[in-house]
């Protein structure tokens, strides 16, 4: 690639991030159209969404006891430096905890409600033609492969969450470059969560998600990161599973070279 392609590149793949986050506008969209399903959808979300709520809250009420155990050295530092240092700390577990919640959450949530989001699927996937070699795979067994595969995906969070976290103790690059760097490896994480069903109605497992959605990377991420900023704010997570489970089927199906347009 010479120089003068780079322009064109970095515009192209910024046409398909805004691409992605695209997708998730219009899962909301089959949301609306679909208020009595979507609306089934939310139930599960709530249940988790209120584990987590608390949870969170926990480490927001102890963060500042855990920046202090993280930090022995600043003990005898002058109180300005100190208090940098700590207020640092508590900035770096609450960005850790906000990754692992995301995730964590999403990873339960679709457990927990894994009927109503299939069916959420199902729908979607029948709007725009179906999905063709479907294979029939009984509800435990799916629900176990499905928690599995989640439990990977969380785990594989918390290994890129340490040297996130590692690294949110540097100053200005841990408040700025990091938070980027999390939204990017948790919207991807995310992205191949949320997809889950419409691979696994293929037959196809973890493995095969990745691959596909590796092809569009800029896709991928434009949807992942779209779901991840809206899941930060505020019961957005709790509102927009059942969209996001929508605007994910359509992710599944471009990355699968099916049809995401009516008719």
């Known amino acids: 690639m010479n ?3 780079i322009p064109g590149t970095a515009v192209g793949a910024a046409r398909r991030f805004a691409g992605g986050a695209a997708l998730l506008l219009r899962g909301i969209g089959l949301y609306v159209r679909s208020p009595g399903l979507m609306l089934l959808g939310v139930v599960p979300a709530l249940i988790s969404g209120a584990i987590f709520v608390a949870a969170y809250a926990v480490l927001v009420f102890f963060v500042n006891d855990l920046a202090v155990a993280v930090t022995p ?14 207020v640092i700390a508590a900035l770096a577990f609450l960005g850790l905890g906000g990754l692992l919640a995301v995730l964590t959450f999403t990873a339960v949530t679709l457990v927990i409600g894994d009927p109503f989001y299939e ?10 033609g179906g999905a063709p070699d479907t294979v029939e795979v009984p509800f435990w067994p799916s629900l176990r492969r499905s928690a599995a595969d989640s439990l990977r995906l969380v785990a594989l969070a918390a290994v890129f969450g340490v040297p996130l976290f590692a690294a949110g103790f540097i100053p200005l690059i841990g408040q700025t470059v990091v938070p980027v760097i999390g939204a990017a490896v948790g919207g991807w994480l995310l992205a191949v969560e949320l ?6 109605r293929r037959g196809k497992r973890l493995p095969d998600r990745r691959a596909a959605l590796k092809v569009d990377r800029p896709t ?17 997570a709790v509102l927009l599973m059942p969209a996001a489970v929508a605007g994910a089927t359509l992710l599944a199906r471009r990355s699968l070279g099916q049809p995401i347009t009516a008719g």
Do not use: H, M, N
């Open 73 to 86: 050295y600043a003990d005898d530092w002058p109180a300005t430096a100190r208090s940098l240092v700590r």
């Open 195 to 200: 997809v889950g069903s419409p691979f696994y």
């Open 119 to 128: 069916k959420i699927s199902e729908r979607v996937e029948q709007r725009y």
């Open 220 to 236: 991928t991420l434009g949807f992942g990161v779209a779901v991840f900023v809206c899941f930060l704010i505020p019961l957005g």
């Open 3 to 5: 120089a003068s392609e």
